[in-house]
């Protein structure tokens, strides 16, 4: 495909995987990240979208429905990342939503909690609920002295384009042996366009593939110290998911109807591993910040 150049590695060789709407998604052969074609080019364009999503019109989840799906989101997440905090100083949670982590680590007394969310609405209930500092700005564009032990982004891999810019920002952010923690969807090569209900492109720009993190570390000065995979399937299947409220109110009704019918969601779960198997991982990835030669 002309001009098809990976957004991470610059790669022109890439697979065709299938379309969605008016984008086609591409595998690149090099660093196997997947991503949209066409793909933006204004990466501030991208960010500037963010801020001022209209939650009636995209059919986007209000702040406080949000901040209460997070709840059972994060009671599979924060067991695994709870550890680090135990003696770090400060965190920075990027693309923190509406602060829901931020408010669960007020566990942590010696912790100082800064977040940062570009959409204004979300921005500023984070604010409120966790009772910290929320910035309104891009990584890349946060401007200060303090550095953190722990940089969090949770379900934003996809939303954030300017890989050498964000990943070097971050870096430069953190500790030295600091730890940057990615909670990401990672997909196989083989995987099918029925295996995701939806997509949401243009909306996530690219997606991790199986060697994706591999490259991250070895290109922007981090090394992997934990890796937890865990089968989409035992996540979508999960009755906390079908519970969890969504964006749409008639999905809302058929999840809790679903939740409700004995044995529909182990069925369900048995379809989709006979048809998918494990093309598509729920994973935890922690980054140490390394020392580049």
């Not at 384009?161 to 990943?167: E, I, M, S, V």
């Not at 964006?247 to 009704?253: G, I, V």
């Not at 991982?281 to 390394?290: A, D, H, L, M, P």
């Amino acid at each position: 495909m002309p001009d098809s150049k990976c957004p991470l590695c610059h790669a022109t060789q890439s697979q065709r995987l299938f379309s969605v709407g008016s984008h086609d998604l591409l595998s690149c052969d090099v660093c196997e990240l997947i991503y949209i074609w066409p793909y933006p080019q204004d990466s501030g364009q991208v960010y500037d979208s963010v801020s001022d999503y209209k939650y009636d019109d995209l059919e986007i989840m209000s702040a406080e429905t949000h901040f209460e799906s997070s709840k059972l989101a994060y009671a599979r997440i924060y067991p695994h990342i709870r550890p680090y905090y135990q003696t770090a100083d400060a965190t920075l949670d990027v693309g923190c939503g509406t602060g829901y982590l931020l408010d669960q680590l007020r566990e942590f007394p010696q912790l100082k909690r800064v977040g940062i969310e570009l959409n204004v609405p979300r921005a500023a209930f984070a604010r409120r609920a966790a009772e910290c500092d929320v910035y309104e700005q891009p990584v890349q564009q946060f401007d200060t002295d303090q550095r953190f032990d722990v940089i969090t982004m949770i379900a934003v891999f996809s939303h954030a384009p300017d890989f050498a810019g964000l990943y070097s920002s971050l870096r430069n952010l953190l500790t030295p042996n600091g730890k940057l923690i990615l909670h990401v969807g990672e997909f196989a090569r083989n995987v099918k366009r029925n295996a995701v209900f939806d997509w949401e492109v243009p909306d996530h720009l690219h997606f991790m593939g199986l060697k994706t993190a591999q490259y991250l570390a070895d290109h922007f000065g981090y090394k992997i110290v934990h890796h937890y995979r865990e089968p989409l399937a035992d996540l979508i299947f999960a009755r906390t998911t079908w519970r969890a409220p969504g964006r749409s109110a008639a999905r809302n009704r058929i999840k809790r109807l679903v939740t409700l019918t004995p044995g529909a969601l182990t069925l369900l779960k048995s379809i989709y591993k006979l048809r998918h198997g494990t093309s598509i991982y729920n994973s935890i990835i922690v980054f140490e910040r390394t020392e580049m030669g």
